[in-house]
């Protein structure tokens, strides 16, 4: 079946410095590819996603670009923030799958002042 | 607009005991899930529900129970707790109509411990 792999972490950064989290993917088909970010005590929200081959999502400076030569969506940002410490989730949703996502373990993220 | 609301946010049961987890959404929605997320295993799908009237199994369905009250309301209900379910549920939706490529939007999460 399909599934999602990323870095497990914990990742520390300092603010300022270059983040990517990895995330490989296997799917049967063409599927849609997500990075959700949840802050602590709150739930998942959408970062960004692409939905097809060599689309690059973008959002709050946070980037990924849909390979699927290489079936990964490495998550990456220039200049991490403190307030970009969270879990960052990878997502798939197939169309195999109907409605149904996949996501990976999750990475926790720190950034130090 | 509230998004995905979910009620209780924090609840402690004993084993054995039964309880319903309550979760809407105000944005006109099709279809409606619920996961639970553990430690170091990301989320897991219980139940979801394609559209009113219909749910079906997601990959952990074991010992849980939904209902589709209505196109807003998908409960969750656990008829005899064990310490196994104690996690953090996730309730979400998406517009469910293009197959399977959309975006899923989340409640803030219910924690339970079951003792």
């Known amino acids: 079946g399909d599934s999602v792999t990323q870095m497990e972490g914990p990742v520390t950064l300092s603010e300022e410095a270059f983040l990517t989290i990895n995330c490989t993917y296997t799917a049967t088909g063409y599927p849609s590819l997500f990075w959700y970010v949840q802050y602590p005590g709150e739930g998942l929200q959408l970062l960004l996603k692409a939905t097809k081959a060599d689309d690059k999502g973008s959002n709050k400076g946070f980037e990924a670009t849909y390979r699927k030569e290489t079936t990964s969506f490495h998550l990456e940002k220039d200049s991490v923030q403190v307030s970009d410490s969270a879990v960052y989730f990878c997502?798939?949703?197939?169309?195999?799958?109907?409605?149904?996502?996949?996501f990976g373990p999750g990475t926790r993220l720190s950034v130090l002042p | 607009n509230a998004g995905v609301t979910q009620t209780p946010k924090f609840q402690v049961l004993k084993t054995g005991q039964s309880m319903t987890l309550q979760c809407a959404q105000d944005m006109n929605h099709n279809s409606m899930y619920w996961y639970r997320q553990d430690p170091g295993m990301g989320l897991r799908l219980i139940y979801y529900?394609?559209?009113?009237?219909?749910?079906d199994k997601g990959e952990v369905p074991n010992g849980y129970n939904v209902s589709r009250l209505n196109k807003r309301e998908f409960s969750l209900r656990l008829e005899s707790a064990a310490p196994s379910q104690t996690s953090v549920y996730f309730c979400a939706s998406s517009e469910g109509v293009s197959g399977g490529q959309e975006t899923q939007y989340f409640g803030p999460g219910t924690r339970l411990l079951v003792l």
């Open positions: 997502a798939l949703s197939d169309r195999n799958y109907g409605q149904n996502f996949v």
């Open positions: 529900s394609a559209s009113e009237g219909t749910t």
